[in-house]
Nanobody, 121 residues
């Protein structure tokens, strides 16, 4: 089985920075895509950023220029550097990974438990 463990959430003032980490563990052949999603109270979960193992990135318009997703492929770990945080960034942030398991042709989608990010005014 595969587990995703997030860390780095917390409380920060508007304009501040925060760095989230997501470590994937288990029987993993490869992780073509890792990313971050978030869900604010009363809202649907939305994509924040994704990054392939080849370095291709995708960002939500609302975070472009402020957030940066990176990966340490050797550690199966993704990071989300969040700068110039705004109160509207407040949400539970979930790590997501598309994982290819050994001996499997199909990839599986895994989610972390979520980490709370709160940005105060």
């Amino acid at each position: 089985q595969v587990q995703l463990v997030e860390s780095g959430g917390g409380l920060v003032q508007a304009g501040g920075s925060l760095r989230l980490s997501c470590a994937a563990s288990g029987s993993i052949f490869s992780i073509p895509v890792m990313g971050w999603y978030r869900q604010a109270p009363g809202k649907q979960r939305e994509l924040v950023a994704t990054r392939t193992n080849r370095g291709r990135t995708n960002y939500a318009d609302s975070v472009k220029g402020r957030f940066t997703i990176s990966r340490d492929n050797a550690k199966n770990t993704a990071y989300l550097q969040m700068n110039s945080l705004k109160p509207e960034d407040t949400a539970v942030y979930y790590c997501n990974a598309e994982v290819v398991l050994p001996r499997f042709l199909n990839s599986e989608d895994y989610w972390g438990q979520g980490t709370q990010v709160t940005v105060s005014s």
